[in-house]
């Protein structure tokens, strides 16, 4: 099993330019969740989808989308990036709610100039 | 001000030295999770405290659960240097809005 695969693991973009990051396991969880982690502040939720066909938004949702394309994939888009959004970001998945352990995947490391 | 604030924010030690890390909150969680992070990678989870006093040993790792239910601290004896990484506290429950909150992590480095 790969556990949770994340898709780049590097991007440099410019400011206004959009992308999305491709995030799946195959633990069969059915939550599924999307972090930024800057140093010092630990890791910030961005949304997270909580089951097959529903997101929600974290602490930090402005400047993003969500899309839950089946219960294996959780993709994240930045529409316009912004320099605000350098960032690692980290999905992750959990199968006992949203309040259970979760496993993460290696990460992205994003920088917008 | 995050929900969880960790103490210190970072750690430097020798090898075989103790150290504690301390995660604190002025709300109570029903639950309480540890990761390391090691430089590359995504967080892993340690050990989840679940019971107000619960005290669980991972090894040389010793977690200890407050009894309010508000704090916890990772105890680590005889570090080496393969317990570098960053240490991340998780709280769960009503007051995290039945998700995770993390708190901003204590970076730890054993030199040898």
């Known amino acids: ?113 | 001000t995050q929900l969880l604030e960790q103490s210190p924010q970072f750690l430097s030690i020798q090898e075989g030295e103790n150290l504690t890390v301390y995660c604190n909150s002025s709300s109570v969680f029903s639950s309480l999770q540890w990761y390391r992070q090691e430089p590359g990678e995504g967080p892993v989870l340690l050990v989840t405290v679940v019971t107000g006093g619960e005290v669980k040993k991972l090894k040389r790792l010793t977690f200890q659960f407050g009894d309010a239910r508000k704090d916890s601290s990772l105890h680590i004896t005889a570090a080496q240097p393969g317990d570098t990484g960053l240490y991340l506290c998780a709280g769960g429950g009503k007051a995290a809005g039945n998700k995770l909150t993390f708190g901003g992590g204590t970076r730890v480095l054993v030199k040898p």
Not at chain 1, 12 to 29: E, F, I, R, Y
């Open chain 1, 1 to 113: 099993n790969a556990g949770v695969t994340q898709t780049p693991k590097f991007q440099v973009l410019k400011t206004g330019q959009s992308m999305t990051l491709q995030c799946a396991q195959d633990m069969n969880h059915n939550s599924m969740y999307w972090y930024r982690q800057d140093p010092g502040m630990g890791l910030r939720l961005i949304y997270y989808s909580a089951s097959e066909g529903t997101t929600d938004k974290g602490e930090v949702p402005n400047g993003y989308n969500v899309s839950r394309l089946n219960k294996r994939e959780f993709s994240l888009r930045l529409e316009s990036a912004a320099p605000s959004q350098t960032s690692v970001y980290f999905c992750a998945s959990s199968e006992l709610g949203v309040g259970g352990e979760q496993f993460f995947g290696p990460g992205t490391r994003l920088t917008v100039l």
